[in-house]
């Protein structure tokens, strides 16, 4: 039995470039189901996966605007995430063509200002760093 992963070894990349000062990453993936039934029967005839999305959400402490500009612009990054830290052999997720579709801004008194963002990815990629 493998240990349990922690997350203060975690990366995570906008593209190939670290995000700075990140505190939270969250990656989810929904499949629809395609059900139907027939009369006469309470068990589907057809049961397939449907349609799929991949949905990332980024906490990071605000440093300038680029995160704003990107989803006022509609740019498409890509998100690296490493769970197990950087290194050869280790887990990677790669979310493709992401699409930012909101930025929040969080400004307390006597806090760190945080930024937030939640997307939708194209593609999703479960693979090892090489």
Known sequence: MSAPLLGVNAVVKKGTTAIGYATSVSVSMEIDIIKAYNI??????????????FKVSVEKMYIDNAWATDVLNGTKVSIIVQPA?????????????????????????????????????????FGTQA
């Open 85 to 125: 830290g950087a290194g050869t052999g280790k887990p990677q997720i790669t979310l493709n063509n992401v699409v930012f579709k909101d930025w929040k801004l969080k400004v307390v008194q006597d806090g760190i200002i945080m930024e937030s963002s939640d997307g939708e990815a194209a593609s999703i990629t």
């Open 40 to 53: 006469g029967s309470q068990q589907p005839v057809v049961l397939e996966a449907g349609n799929r999305s």
